[in-house]
């Protein structure tokens, strides 16, 4: 099993440019987020989804966008970055029971600089 | 708002020292408070978790301690190693389907 990957490893972007931030998984998880962590902030999550089709908004959502289509992939959409995405992202899946998230499995990161 | 208070922000300990890291949550609706350990360059992974219907937790050399009426939780490693050297996040889990960090605390273990 890959577990959670991760593409792009290393992103350089101009302030103002859209791109796509892709997870995938092979665990057969229900439940994958996208986290930010940034110095001295630890992880905050931007989106989540609880299964295929059905998404929710996190700590901060604002200038992202998630679908999940299928179980496997979670993409992660910048719309238009900005200097204050600059961070690194990871991507997770994660065994649930009822609304408890247990054990999260994540992804090696993806390094963002918006220029 | 912060509902994971984690502290200190980072810790330096001699090998065989037991560090101690602290977190307090504030909502009593949590019910699952895991700790994750995160080496440079990598994403973290879970090292250990306590449900609140227990005070202990031990795993090897890491053990939870739990209070609930507190509402505080902390790590505790110990005869610690080198290669304990990692960034030690907690979170917190309950009602909402989301995962709650703290902001992490940078132990160093030196020789």
């Known amino acids: 099993n890959a577990g959670v990957t991760q593409t792009p490893k290393f992103q350089v972007l101009k302030t103002g440019q859209s791109m796509t931030l892709q997870c995938a998984q092979d665990?057969?998880?229900?439940?994958m987020s996208w986290y930010r962590q940034d110095p001295g902030m630890g992880l905050r999550l931007i989106h989540y989804?609880?299964?295929?089709?059905?998404?929710d908004q996190g700590e901060v959502p604002n200038g992202y966008n998630v679908s999940r289509s299928t179980t496997e992939d979670f993409p992660l959409r910048l719309l238009s970055a900005a200097p204050s995405q600059t961070s690194v992202y990871f991507c997770?899946?994660?065994?649930?029971?009822?609304?408890?998230?247990?054990?999260?499995?994540f992804g090696p990161g993806t390094r963002l600089t918006v220029l | 708002q912060q509902q994971v208070k984690q502290s200190p922000q980072s810790l330096i300990v001699q090998k065989g020292g037991i560090p101690i890291i602290n977190c307090a949550y504030e909502?009593?609706?949590?019910?699952?408070f895991p700790w994750y350990q995160q080496f440079p360059g990598k994403g973290p992974a879970l090292l250990i978790a306590?449900?609140?219907?227990?005070s202990e937790k031990k795993e090897g050399r890491f053990t939870i301690s739990f209070n609930k009426s507190a509402k505080q939780f902390s790590l505790h490693i110990m005869d610690s190693q080198p290669g304990d050297s990692a960034t030690y996040f907690c979170?917190?889990?309950?009602?909402?389907?989301?995962?709650?960090f703290g902001t992490g605390t940078r132990l160093q273990v030196t020789l």
């Open positions: 997770a899946s994660s065994v649930t029971g009822g609304t408890l998230v247990f054990e999260q499995f």
């Open positions: 306590i449900r609140p219907d227990v």
């Open positions: 989804s609880v299964g295929a089709g059905i998404t």
């Open positions: 979170a917190v889990t309950g009602t909402a389907s989301k995962l709650t």
């Open positions: 665990m057969n998880h229900e439940y």
């Open positions: 909502n009593t609706a949590f019910d699952y």
